[in-house]
C-alpha cells in the first residue's frame, strides 16, 4: 500500500511543473516534520491530588483516603502527581502526608494552601518541610508554573464579607513571586505552559458563593491573570472547593480537583487526571472514590 501512494506521489509531480513540484515536496517535509514532532511529544498525563487535610476534625478517614488515591493513582502510571494545597492541619500532619505519598511511582510536587500557613513563620516552617513554596517544574514537554496562593491574599476569615489584606509581613514574599512570575516569560517561550495553585482565580458563576475567601480578590487576581495572559497560559490547576469543576473565565481554564478529605460544598472524593496535548490541550477526568459521597457527610463551613 505505502509502495502504491509513493507511485502515486511521484507521478503527480511529473505531471506538475517544477516550481510546483517543489513547493509540493517542501510541503511534504513541512508536514512530516509536524508528524514527527507530534509522535516525539506525546500525551502528558498529570494527576491532581487536592485538601488532603491530615488532622481535619471533619475528616478522620483521611489518612485512609489518601492511601487509596495513591493505589489508584498508580495504577494509571502518571507522568507526576501534584498535591495542590491544604496538605494537613499541623506539622506532624504534613510529614505524614509526606510518608503516605512516598508510594506514588510518579514524581510528586506540592504546592501550599491556606491550611498550610497563614503568616511568615509559616511560611518558613513550610519552605523547611517542603522546599520551594513557587517554582517551574517541566513534566516531559510541559512547563508547570507551581504558585503559592497564600501570597494572593488573606484567607483566616471565613465569613468576611470584604477580603482582608494581606499580610505586612507577607507583601516582600509576594512581591518576589510576582515579579518571578513576570520573569518566566524568557525560560517558557515556545512550550506548552499551565499553572496549578490553591486557591482559583474565579468563581464558577454563582459557585461557591460570593464570599471573598473562596477565590483570589483584587489587586492580585488581576495582577496575576495579566502575568498569565502575557506567559501564554491558558489552563489553572486549583483545589480549595473540595468540589470537581472545570469552567472558562477570561481566557482561562479552570480545573478544580476534588478533595480527598471531606465534602464542605457537596460531590464526591477523589482526584483528578490531566492530559496534556503536544499542543497545549488539557483534558480532565475526575475519578472518584467508590462510595466516596456516602464516606462523609456534606459539613457546614471550614474552620478557617
Known amino acids: 500500500m505505502a509502495q502504491k501512494q509513493l507511485s502515486d506521489f511521484c507521478l503527480g509531480l511529473s505531471i506538475i511543473g517544477p516550481m510546483k513540484q517543489l513547493r509540493v515536496v517542501l510541503a511534504g517535509l513541512l508536514y512530516a516534520a509536524t508528524l514527527s514532532a507530534l509522535a516525539g511529544n506525546p500525551d502528558v498525563m498529570i494527576a491532581q491530588l487536592s485538601d488532603t487535610h491530615l488532622g481535619e476534625k471533619h475528616s478522620p478517614q483521611a489518612a485512609d483516603n489518601l492511601r487509596k488515591a495513591v493505589e489508584m493513582i498508580n495504577a494509571r502510571h502518571p507522568d507526576a502527581v501534584i498535591l495542590s494545597g491544604d496538605i494537613g492541619e499541623k506539622p506532624e500532619n504534613r510529614e505524614q502526608v509526606k510518608e503516605i505519598l512516598k508510594a506514588l511511582t510518579a514524581p510528586t510536587f506540592y504546592v501550599p494552601g491556606n491550611h498550610d500557613f497563614h503568616d ?114 491558558k489552563h489553572l490547576l486549583a483545589g480549595h472547593w473540595h468540589n470537581a469543576r472545570v469552567f472558562d473565565h477570561a481566557g482561562i481554564t479552570t480545573h478544580v480537583a476534588p478533595a480527598t478529605s471531606w465534602l464542605p460544598l457537596g460531590g464526591q472524593l477523589g482526584f483528578a487526571m490531566h492530559t496534556v496535548s503536544a499542543t497545549g490541550d488539557l483534558h480532565t477526568e475526575f475519578v472518584y472514590f467508590p462510595d466516596a459521597a456516602r464516606q462523609e457527610p456534606p459539613a457546614a463551613a471550614p474552620d478557617r
Open 120 to 233: 511568615a513563620k509559616g511560611l518558613e516552617r513550610y519552605r523547611k518541610a517542603f522546599g520551594r513554596d513557587y517554582y517551574r517544574f517541566q513534566v516531559k514537554n510541559v512547563e508547570v508554573l507551581a504558585l503559592n496562593s497564600q501570597l494572593l491574599g488573606n484567607y483566616q476569615k471565613f465569613d468576611g464579607p470584604t477580603p482582608p489584606p494581606l499580610l505586612d509581613e507577607l507583601l516582600p514574599e509576594s512581591q518576589r513571586m510576582l515579579a518571578w512570575l513576570g520573569e518566566q516569560a524568557g525560560p517558557t517561550k515556545g512550550k506548552v505552559v499551565i499553572a496549578v495553585q490553591h486557591i482559583p482565580l474565579f468563581r464558577d458563576k454563582d459557585f461557591p458563593d460570593a464570599k471573598p475567601y473562596w477565590t483570589v480578590n483584587d489587586p492580585y487576581a488581576q495582577r496575576e491573570l495579566d502575568l498569565l495572559r502575557k506567559l501564554g497560559v
